[in-house]
């Protein structure tokens, strides 16, 4: 692990106190970032009668960016044994998941839906960035699984409507907290056949509040073409139930992005193997499972496609994820609770509110907003 990481960990319940925090034992140094000079062989513009200086405002950015640092919350969704745990500590290469930050090691996590969250502390080479995993404990481990969505649902909506208070106080703070899940990662079950009844219903209703990456865990348990076919049978179920995983096709933003989600999309569900064991392979020190067959890698793309969901949700796409959060899925509620707050007592039965927001003050943004709530489906 890198000796520059600081992780901090408070676990916190679904209403919001704090349960039990815990240390990890890194180092607790941290360097302040100071700027540097330009890099040698740059060109330097002191003398330039032509340069304005307009490129200096992506430095400026990036010395604000890293002075407030990031949040990102993902949640974790899937029956127990499939390794959730494991592949969220994979994912950062520290024990950031809640059966790992348990004060007693030996205590058994409740079977229940007890929504819980993990906020951690990571900073990595100057960067710091605020994480929350939500873990849902027990999802589809009943023997009557009806409904058993609802509390991460509500969940959800409820970071929604906490963002949203906060948003709409005369004396609301400078930055607002931002507790709403920006990701869900679903996972399935390696059965090699098909999505389960509660697979589908799951992603069908998630999918219009959240979004969701899913993955077919513990693939090390398929064969290379089950595991193609598993695939390529889970996309035709997503596609034949209208389920719309991320990265939506409908906000691609130009040719570029639809490219290259093109081939993020055609690898869904990520096949995926975690494994917080370091074992020494031909040299290398790597994060992998041992079997009597050699040593499945977890960062290896011919062993499991772990490496491409990490490049997804952290390296290439975490920023855009935090933007459809924002822009898409906070402001259908956001669009729905204000038409409800509005919604005077005279309307007739299917009358339509009136939109009032802050934003609706031009028949454009109004077409806008009508056009977000016919996405919108509660039901």
């Known amino acids: 692990m890198n000796q520059t990481q600081r992780l901090n960990t408070t676990i916190t319940s679904a209403s919001g106190s704090e349960v039990n925090p815990s240390h990890s034992n890194m180092t607790d140094s941290a360097k302040l970032h100071q700027p540097h000079p330009p890099p040698k062989g740059e060109r330097s513009h002191a003398g330039d009668f032509s340069y304005v200086g307009i490129d200096a405002i992506l430095e400026q950015m990036r010395r604000k960016a890293m002075k407030q640092g990031f949040e990102l919350n993902i949640m974790v969704v899937g029956q127990s044994g499939l390794g959730k745990s494991t592949l969220m500590n994979t994912l950062f290469k520290s024990k950031v998941s809640r059966k790992s930050a348990q004060p007693n090691p030996e205590e058994k996590i409740p079977q229940t839906i007890e929504i819980k969250s993990i906020s951690h502390d990571i900073e990595e080479k100057g960067v710091r960035m605020k994480l929350a995993v939500i873990d849902t404990p027990g999802f589809g481990d009943q023997i009557n699984n009806e409904n058993c969505w609802q509390p991460i649902m509500k969940f959800i909506n409820d970071q929604y409507e906490a963002y949203l208070q906060e948003e709409i106080n005369i004396d609301r703070k400078k930055r607002i907290p931002d507790s709403r899940v920006h990701c869900c990662i679903y996972f399935i079950p390696p059965t090699g056949h098909c999505l389960r009844p509660l697979d589908v219903e799951f992603m069908r ?175």
């Open 205 to 379: 209703r998630l999918s219009k509040v959240v979004n969701i990456v899913p993955v077919i865990a513990k693939a090390d348990t398929l064969t290379l073409e089950e595991r193609d076919d598993f695939k390529q049978t889970i996309r035709e179920e997503l596609r034949a139930n209208g389920i719309d995983v991320y990265p939506q096709k409908e906000f691609d933003e130009d040719a570029e992005d639809r490219l290259i989600n093109d081939k993020i999309r055609e690898m869904i569900p990520f096949a995926v193997v975690g494994s917080d064991q370091e074992y020494q392979v031909n040299g290398k020190k790597i994060l992998g499972r041992k079997t009597k067959w050699g040593t499945i890698e977890v960062e290896n793309i011919a062993h499991c496609e772990f490496a491409y969901l990490r490049d997804l949700l952290i390296r290439t796409h975490m920023q855009n994820i935090k933007d459809i959060t924002g822009s898409i899925h906070y402001e259908m509620y956001r669009v729905r609770r204000l038409n409800e707050s509005n919604a005077g007592p005279g309307l007739a039965p299917g009358q339509a509110p009136t939109l009032m927001s802050a934003d609706s003050s031009s028949p454009r943004a109004t077409t806008l907003l009508q056009r977000k709530l016919q996405l919108i489906s509660f039901s």
